[in-house]
């Protein structure tokens, strides 16, 4: 089954969390929007979230999941960015990139990913880390995969790691019927904005606004529908069910690490993680570093933002006291065991 619904989260989140190792916010900071041109002629957006004049590692390219936009990543990128030039695409069919009919596939997926990171600027500087969530997380891999030396480090944060076909015996129609949102949430902007809300409301603020608004478009009837096409939306979950974790991550050069949230009704992301551990293992290739949160919903840039923030800075070294084999963890329950 897919992750839990954040509305389901069990949790809070901890207060103090610069604890973890995350610089603060940046609260001032306001990205600057850019497009690239990627063939034939398709604009794909990101946002530029600048970073120090001495970056303390390499610079950072995010990517959303399914039905979001870069915004979400708001509250990760404004501490990012006091250490790392930090970039947040918009996937192709999702928040201001063109929607096109087609190029929903992962080696264009991960060409739109690395046509940002090269009209950025972050490539000119040396390899770059990458971090995805959800949906995010396996276009962030394949991305990966394509950059190869040119990548420092790989961060998964609540996907990346599942073959969907196999853990949910699910078809791509019949995943894509469950991302429906329920038609009451849709009545209008200001019930859907109240649902987001009510997820978590300590972790409201602004830029949660800002996110859940991206993701919807008013109609003159008042109602919102969402603002991902449902071709770019059909085609998204189309590649996600040829993603083969155990294939594309042991290709991955660079350390990978992952955050997991709680674990989905029918028990499955768990053992769909031990299983790609054991398949890189056997590649000889070095396991994932894992940071759990078992009592938080799939948002855990949301939930858990200094958490994402350090994984992402530990996962290729950083002067903040993290390494590569050693993650702030706030559960407790961080292993590299890959069995």
Request: glycine share 10%.
């Amino acid at each position: 089954m897919p992750p839990p619904h954040d509305r389901d989260r069990p949790g809070a989140p901890e207060p103090e969390r610069e604890r973890h190792g995350a610089p603060e916010p940046d609260p001032g900071a306001e990205p600057s929007g850019y497009v690239v041109l990627v063939e034939p002629a398709d604009r794909i957006h990101f946002l530029d979230w600048g970073g120090p004049a001495e970056p303390d590692g390499p610079g950072v390219l995010l990517v959303h999941g399914l039905a979001q936009t870069s915004w979400i990543w708001a509250p990760a990128a404004r501490r990012l960015r006091r250490r790392r030039p930090t970039v947040a695409l918009d996937l192709r069919g999702h928040g201001l990139s063109d929607s096109p009919t087609s190029g929903y596939d992962a080696r264009t997926l991960a060409d739109d990913a690395i046509a940002v990171a090269d009209g950025s600027g972050l490539l000119a500087a040396g390899p770059i880390v990458l971090a995805g969530h959800g949906f995010g997380a396996a276009v962030a891999a394949w991305t990966a995969r394509a950059l190869g030396p040119r990548c420092a480090g790989l961060v998964l944060v609540d996907g990346g790691w599942e073959d969907l076909r196999a853990t949910t015996g699910q078809e791509p129609d019949e995943f894509l019927r469950g991302l429906a949102e329920p038609p009451e949430m849709l009545r209008s902007m200001t019930a859907y904005l109240r649902d987001r809300e009510a997820f978590d409301p300590p972790t409201w603020d602004a830029d949660q606004d800002r996110a859940a608004r991206a993701t919807v478009v008013d109609t003159p009837a008042g109602r919102v529908v969402p603002a991902t096409r449902p071709h770019a939306l059909a085609g998204a979950v189309e590649a996600l069910f040829t993603y083969r974790p155990d294939v594309v991550l042991a290709d991955v050069e660079a350390p990978i690490a992952a955050l997991a949230a709680a674990e989905d009704e029918a028990g499955t992301r768990g053992p769909a993680l031990k299983a790609v551990q054991r398949a890189l293992h056997e590649a000889g290739r070095p396991a994932i570093r894992v940071d759990r949160f078992p009592s938080d919903g799939h948002n855990l840039i949301r939930y858990r933002p200094a958490e994402v923030t350090a994984a992402i800075l530990a996962v290729a070294g950083t002067r903040a006291g993290l390494s590569p084999d050693g993650l702030a963890t706030a559960s407790g329950e961080a292993d590299v065991d890959p069995a």
